[in-house]
């Protein structure tokens, strides 16, 4: 006889409490959770830090960019109004003015100003820059894989113990100089944080988040095995939970057909004839611009646990690997009289969230594969977006253009190879996407 199945609520719950009771009451001084795309991160770095000041703790928190302290700030004071917390920021960044209707945050420039609150949150970059304090016995890193190791290095003396809380799949670290140097080191600065974390305490306990909230059953399954082969996770929701409809009937076109299959399936492939192009391909610009006006146009609307409502511009996004292309993008769109939609890069689309997404693909038209444009995580970050449907328009032969240009990367002694590669995750996501294919001669 078997048990009785555990439902995504229930894993993810479990999970948590693990996570909580580590963080809480276990002995090490570290401990790291992997997040996959939607999975709660957010809420769980609230949860947590709810938790830590009802055990009658102070605790900083450290998140990799201004919005995203922000946006943790606003839901920290939502979750809980009468929390004293501190928005600690720079004196030419000031917090984003949402934060004005919180009277519990108490903003300054100044670490000492702050030194009452029980949560103290700030960039990385900021933290780096506070010296003379008590330092806190708690803290909290978000977005510890998009960390720097150098930058870890800076903070690590203001606290004692600390969560690691991020996304293994998601772009690495950013650095505008080269780092070969130190490449198979320990202390590689360029390295993510949590990597360098774990290269020198091996014994810090590691948990993940089993479960997505934000991908449907239909994209869950296609970004774990491609994306997150050794940490799997499931989608919070079956078949059929989610339902995107149109009001409209199809008029028969390309973007139309497309975006019909994707209401019915989750994906779309708009394939346009092969060919060499710029990296601002008009045509494909183009594509891209006209399905999401016809996205408007035929009335979408989105059904799921959530209720039922319209898909508006503002619950669309379009994602490309480069900012002239969405640029490019931008003034498509303008020329069809669209406005409100969010059209960025993967590494600024990164940690957001949107009904449907509009994906130019990294590899269409171009003439070789770079290191680039194959990097698994952003190709990760554009098809795990959207919560009920997304679009990727691509010109033929990426598949072919994989095949002639195989991985040439150096291996180094000491580097933790990244596994799937771009060329294994890319062929994987292309092979599923050949599935829902629409072929358009626009």
Known sequence: ???????????????????????????????????????????????????????GESLMVVAQTNAQVDDLADRLAT???????????????????????????????????????????ATAAKWAFVKGVEPWRHAIVDEAYQMRSDALLQVAGLF????????????????????????????????????????????LPQHRLPVSWRLPASAAPLVSEAFYPYTPFTSGTDHGDRRLSFGVR???TGPDRVLDEAAASGWGLLELPARRTPRTDPEAVRAVAQVVRRLLDRGAVAGSERGTAPVTADRVAVGTAHRDQAAAVRSALAALGVTGVAVDTANRLQGREFDVT??????????????????????????????????????AGVAELLDEHPSTEPVRLGVTVKFPDGWEANHAVLAHLAEHRVPWRP
Not at 162 to 184: H, I, K, M, N, Y
């Open 358 to 395: 509009v994906v130019l693909h990294p590899l269409s038209g171009r003439p070789d594969a770079t290191a680039f444009h194959l990097e698994t995580g952003r190709l990760c970050v554009l098809a795990s977006r959207h919560r009920h449907a997304c679009v990727v328009v691509c010109r």
């Open 1 to 55: 006889m078997t048990g009785a199945r555990t439902s995504p609520a229930e894993a993810a719950a479990a999970a948590t409490e693990k996570i909580l009771y580590d963080t809480l009451y276990g002995a090490a001084r570290g401990v790291v959770v992997d997040s996959p795309p939607g999975a709660g991160k957010s809420t769980l770095v609230v949860r947590a830090a709810q938790e830590l000041v009802a055990a």
């Open 160 to 203: 004692e113990r600390a969560l690691f809380v991020g996304d293994p799949g998601q772009l690495d670290p950013f650095s505008v100089v080269g780092a070969e140097q130190w490449a198979g080191l320990s202390y590689d600065p360029s390295a993510s944080a949590v990597v360098t974390l774990l290269a020198h305490n091996p014994g």
């Open 250 to 252: 199809s008029d028969g």
């Open 79 to 121: 979750a809980d109004p009468e929390l004293p917390i501190g928005r600690l920021h720079g004196s030419d960044s000031p917090p984003d003015p949402v934060l004005d209707r919180h009277p519990g945050i108490l903003k300054s420039a100044k670490a000492a100003d702050l030194a009452q609150q029980k949560v103290v949150i």
